[in-house]
């Protein structure tokens, strides 16, 4: 059976019920709840929403049928996400299932309730998860050092099990395009190898799929929405970790290329797409004996002849 992909151009919504008004000079913020907006506060709306639509039809993200699990962490890029697959979900040609999870970690003075109180106001199904990562960390990092690395990695285990005991077909993360960026460069800078995040990953144990439906989408275009629609968010310090000190370099260097350049973290993500292997190194990629892509049928557009 052929699945129909999300539409690059969703349909529009159904005008409001409100007598005299024009649809066009309002968004909605909730489930039959419209605020007055302006064109600028519109453009990012549909912006948003589009590039979302446009990764998703790009990388086949989400097929009919399919229930994706919406990892919510308490941050803007996973509250974001949520809302942005929520207009999709009403607009596609397609019928797919959202179910919101979020892993309660246990770290003193976690608002996991802030976090239910609006998933429940905006009618979407819930599941959370308690487990208590941080006394885990505690025992195996000593204090001062950063965490994040091991906590990331508890998380997305404890993510895996939950999408296979709920029935999940996918697993949908809030990561952006700055994030696609940073890591790209964090592995190309101190770690020697060219590797960033893919749209789409298939876990090692072949049970889980991962989407990143934002990675058209830019930090600061996510942080301004969530701005505007006042999500409470989760602090950024809750745990008391301190930011790892060469991501904090990385995206200090974005916001100064941001600063003198339009587009270096779009085309610098675009490099991700468009991949010449004849023009690297790497003997797993490209026969230089032979001059030619390594594996079946592989070609290589830009190989010199």
Same mark, same amino acid.
């Given at each position: ?32 709840k419209h605020i007055q907006a302006s064109v600028s506060v519109r453009k990012l ?103 994040? &690395? #091991? ?5 997305? $285990? ?5 999408? =296979? ?5 996918? @697993? /949908? ?58 999500? &409470? #968010? ?5 745990? $008391? ?5 060469? =991501? ?5 260097? @974005? /916001? ?50």
């Open positions: 059976m052929t699945e129909a992909p999300i539409s690059l151009n969703p349909a529009k919504p159904p005008r409001m019920s409100k007598s005299g008004r024009d649809s066009k000079k309002y968004i909605q913020v909730a489930p039959g709306e549909k912006r948003i929403v589009r590039l979302t639509a446009q990764a998703i039809t790009d990388y086949n993200m989400i097929e009919d049928g399919d229930k994706v699990l919406v990892a919510m962490s308490g941050g803007k890029d996973s509250y974001v996400l949520l809302d942005a697959l929520q207009r999709l979900q009403g607009r596609a040609p397609i019928r797919f299932e959202l179910i919101a999870v979020h892993v309660a970690q246990g770290i003193p003075g976690e608002p996991t309730h802030v976090l239910e109180d609006y998933l429940k106001s905006i009618g979407v199904p819930y599941h959370i998860e308690y487990q208590d990562t941080h006394s885990i960390i505690e025992k195996l990092i000593p204090s001062g050092k950063n965490v994040c &690395s #091991l906590c990331a990695r508890l998380r997305r $285990g404890i993510l895996y099990r939950v999408a =296979r005991e709920l029935g999940c077909t996918k @697993i /949908a993360l809030g990561h952006q395009m700055d994030d696609v960026v940073s890591t790209l460069l964090l592995n190309m800078f101190y770690g020697g190898r060219i590797k960033g995040m893919p749209p789409v990953l298939r876990s090692d144990d072949k049970q889980n799929i991962v989407i990143r439906p934002m990675v058209y989408v830019r930090e600061y275009e996510i942080a301004k929405w969530a701005r505007i629609r006042e999500f &409470s #968010l989760a602090p950024k310090n809750l745990c $008391g970790a301190r930011e790892n000190q060469k =991501r904090k370099e990385i995206k200090e260097l @974005i /916001a100064q290329w941001d600063r003198q350049y339009d587009s270096r973290i779009y085309n610098l993500f675009m490099s991700t797409t468009r991949v010449a292997a004849s023009q690297l190194s790497d003997k797993t990629l490209f026969d230089f004996t032979r001059f030619e892509r390594v594996g079946p049928g592989a070609v290589d557009t830009d190989c010199d002849e």
